[in-house]
């Protein structure tokens, strides 16, 4: 299996972008799903998490700026991203993590930028 992101570009400080991942991978719904970002010269971090029973975990870096959200009847997790700012800029890329058994799969990572 494997997952596909879209959604990434460039955008002025203030604003938003959705980041989309669709996920070809049997059993969606029994996957944590999550987004990563990692920007230049950075280590990668984990943004936001949400569970199978929707639990959802949150860096404090975007606390009350970007939700996540999974749709699992068309196997998407996404993520709203609001008031970005240029600190924000890295590529972000989408997991699944199942943990019994132990399935891991990614995304190849989508871009974003904010700059004035």
């Known amino acids: 299996g494997y997952l596909v992101e879209s959604g990434g570009g460039s955008v002025q400080p203030g604003g938003s972008l959705r980041l989309s991942c669709v996920g070809y991978?049997?059993?969606?719904?029994?996957?944590?799903m999550t987004w990563y970002r990692q920007a230049p010269g950075e280590e990668r971090e984990l943004v936001a998490s949400?569970?199978?029973?929707?639990?959802?975990r949150y860096n404090n870096a975007v606390m009350g700026r970007f939700t996540i959200d999974r749709d699992n009847a068309k196997n998407t997790a996404s993520l709203q991203m609001n008031s970005l700012r240029p600190e924000d800029t890295a590529v972000y890329s989408c997991?699944?993590?199942?943990?019994?058994?132990?399935?891991?799969?990614w995304g190849q990572g989508t871009l974003v930028t904010v700059v004035s």
């Open positions: 997991g699944a993590r199942q943990y019994t058994p132990p399935r891991d799969h």
């Open positions: 991978i049997e059993d969606f719904y029994a996957y944590e």
């Open positions: 949400i569970q199978p029973d929707f639990r959802r």
